[in-house]
């Protein structure tokens, strides 16, 4: 159980191989350990830090296309 679900086969799909008809007894399989709580802690993180890359990127993009658009129409 808890290896399905370590490598990517989400939650519903593993209760239905396993033959799990509640939740319960599926969480009681799917046990959770510090490692676990370690590798969710650094994925949040490194989603949030591609996010605020991301939209920093795009503003700093527009700002110099902007900044490249007036320069040329003083120029003419």
Request: proline content about 1%.
């Amino acid at each position: 159980m808890r290896n399905l679900v370590r490598s990517g086969v989400p939650e519903r799909v593993a209760m239905m191989l396993s033959g799990h008809k509640t939740r319960s007894v599926f969480d009681r399989y799917n046990i959770v350990n510090d490692e676990d709580l370690k590798m969710a802690m650094l994925k949040q993180e490194e989603y949030l830090r591609s996010q605020m890359g991301t939209k920093t990127g795009t503003i700093h993009s527009i700002d110099e296309k902007a900044k490249k658009e007036q320069s040329s129409n003083k120029l003419k």
